[in-house]
């Protein structure tokens, strides 16, 4: 069975934190699965750590869905969230609609994942009440970064933090069933996580919030071009791919590699007659 926006409120009823992490592709979805990992985003960072895009505007609902798809195959128990693109829910409702049900129809999502608060909220609300679960962003929300200026801490300014708290809440009431703070100071994070219901799930948010996501290439230290200072490097995977193709090359160089291990034998008697043959 599984795992289901049920379950994650539970979870924060019960004060039992939740781990998140973005996936892109079928073999990293399955370890994430296997982990236990409860939610999994098919974020549309995708559009910079795999697809090489300098932002997450370009990302396109044809290449969400792709990976959507490859996601979901690698997954049995986790819940999965497809991230809406850039201009695939701001114009209309209708849009929304349409672009949010093909992540469910064809990508086999359970859960869609958009930004913003109160401007989305009619949207949210028409998506929920047609059955469509969703995950509100707030923030730093990166589809913005050109109105924002920037990849900046959101929420300093009274004025700011209090919109932020507005926002929540209205992702709150149009029925998000949990909110991802990005980049937001911990105090303020802590707040909106004790005025509304649903679970916060942080990135650069602090501690205080009911969930943790990080971007997997981030945290596995495999994307490498910009390290976000609200990243911790688990691994440092990038390493690892070095000195592996590095011995590879080399190896294939010297001709160490393949040895008759890797190699296939054949009836001798065959290659004999082979041989025999003009
Ligand atoms: O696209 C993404 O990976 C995200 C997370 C950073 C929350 O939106």
Do not use: W
């Not at 959101?154 to 009431?173: C, F, I, M, W």
Request: aromatic fraction near 6%.
């Amino acid at each position: 069975m599984r795992i289901s926006i049920h379950d994650i409120q539970q979870m924060r009823k019960q004060g039992e934190r939740i781990p998140m992490l973005t996936a892109y592709d079928y073999p990293t979805a399955r370890l994430l699965d296997e982990m236990g990992v409860p939610i999994i985003l098919v974020g549309d960072s995708l559009g910079q750590v795999v697809l090489g895009y300098d932002s997450t505007i370009p990302v396109t609902m044809e290449e969400m869905l792709h990976h959507t798809r490859a996601v979901v195959r690698g997954t049995k128990r986790a819940l999965v969230v497809g991230d809406m693109p850039f201009m695939s829910y701001q114009s209309d409702v209708a849009t929304a609609m349409r672009n949010a049900g093909r992540f469910l129809k064809e990508g086999g999502a359970q859960a869609v994942k958009l930004e913003g608060g109160q401007t989305v909220a009619v949207t949210v609300q028409s998506l929920v009440g047609s059955g469509i679960p969703v995950m509100g962003h707030l923030g730093l929300t990166p589809q913005s970064v050109h109105q924002l200026g920037g990849y900046k801490v959101q929420g300093k300014s009274p004025k700011a933090a209090a919109q932020l708290l507005r926002d929540a809440q209205a992702l709150e009431q149009a029925g998000a069933f949990a909110i991802v703070l990005e980049s937001v100071p911990s105090p303020l994070s802590r707040l909106v996580t004790e005025r509304v219901s649903v679970p916060t799930i942080g990135i650069g948010a602090g501690v205080h919030c009911d969930g943790q996501v990080q971007v997997l290439y981030d945290m596995m230290g495999l994307f490498t071009d910009f390290v976000p200072r609200h990243v911790k490097q688990y691994a440092r995977l990038a390493d690892v791919f070095r000195e592996a193709v590095g011995r590879y090359v080399q190896e294939v160089r010297e001709g160490t590699f393949p040895t008759a291990k890797e190699s296939f034998a054949m009836d001798e008697s065959v290659l004999a007659e082979l041989a025999a043959t003009p």
